[in-house]
């Protein structure tokens, strides 16, 4: 049994992670809207805060995933899980503090990898539940990419004979739609990842005998990243808005729409994905079937790079933090 101290500690920086991811995915769901004027900063904000809670609620899939593909959930100490949130944390606020669109997902996972290793060896991370996840994480932004595109294409093909403005004012309307789907898409998934974490720490302490989500962790979770995500994190906004490609109206809807159903299909999956690489991969996919010269490659690339080294980098950060912490308990 651990020490109340020691159980508290952890589902604290849980609920801060899920407040850092909040803040730092916040420009998923409604960057878009805003770079089109489809709705006003605050009210894009408020709307994304309202259906991340409501898609947070909406299942247990993918926590189930986080607490018990990476590593036996018994093996787990709250030491570990300290030093793998506490490194997912710092990369979460790195980034934003930079303005990169870093993913959140990548983060923990890297956190928890890198706690495990410091904690019990390279041996006991479960490397096949690992692939299996990081797979995920990958093919998604590629989906995200060829989707976005084909309803773009599909867009460009049924108004090709509208007006551009009339077609664009429809779809701004329409956006206000799709903001809410890819909020609710996104707390379905990334909320679920810390509601994961907190049930690993209460079964590893005993609290819990089965490996379910309580409900009161469910509305926690849920709750705190409502709450970051009412916080906006107008940097980010700024460079999925505007940085990678001019968005308009129809472009911005149909990365969107996008976005929402491949998040939420690899929720009812059970998959951990990256909502940050899907929506920005949408944004490309979409922005280069319009006009591929459009594209900021550059900063593409930077938000690429920025992916690559999350998982390395929270895992050194999260093996140094438990050199630290173990000292300390």
């Known amino acids: 049994m651990f020490s109340i101290t020691l159980v508290l500690i952890p589902i604290i920086l849980a609920l801060i992670f899920d407040f850092t991811n909040g803040f730092q995915d916040t420009a998923n769901a409604v960057a878009t809207s805003v770079a089109t004027q489809a709705l006003s900063p605050r009210m894009a904000v408020i709307l994304a805060a309202v259906f991340n809670f409501l898609g947070a609620l909406s299942g247990t899939a993918v926590a189930i995933t986080i607490g018990t593909s990476l590593v036996s959930p018994d093996l787990v100490t709250p030491i570990v899980i300290i030093a793998a949130l506490s490194a997912a944390i710092f990369w979460n606020t790195f980034t934003w503090y930079l303005g990169i669109p870093s993913s959140a997902s990548h983060a923990l996972i890297g956190g928890i990898v890198g706690g495990v290793i410091a904690g019990y060896g390279v041996t006991q991370v479960k490397w096949l539940g690992f692939v299996k996840i ?47 789907m890819v909020a609710f898409a996104h707390g379905s998934n990334d909320a679920q990842k810390s509601m994961g974490i907190i049930t690993m720490v209460l079964f590893g302490a005993g609290i819990i005998t089965v490996f379910e989500v309580p409900l009161w962790v469910k509305v926690a979770c849920a709750s705190a990243m409502a709450l970051g995500t009412a916080q906006g994190g ?96």
């Open 134 to 180: 990081f797979a995920g994480l990958i093919i998604s932004p590629v989906v995200g990419f060829l989707v976005g595109g084909i309803f773009m294409a599909v867009f460009f093909w049924l108004f090709k004979n509208h007006s551009p403005l009339k077609t664009n004012n429809k779809f701004r309307k329409l956006q206000v739609l799709s903001a809410c």
């Open 234 to 329: 107008w940097r980010i906004i700024k460079t999925v808005g505007s940085k990678i490609f001019k968005i308009e109206p129809i472009n911005g809807f149909a990365s969107d729409f996008t976005s929402s159903i491949v998040i939420y299909s690899a929720t009812l999956l059970g998959a951990p994905v990256s909502t940050t690489h899907i929506v920005s991969s949408s944004i490309v996919g979409a922005g280069t079937v319009k006009r591929a010269k459009g594209v900021r490659w550059q900063v593409a690339i930077q938000i690429i790079a920025a992916w690559v080294i999350t998982i390395p980098s929270s895992a050194f950060v999260a093996i140094a933090m438990f050199e630290i912490i173990s000292k300390l308990f």
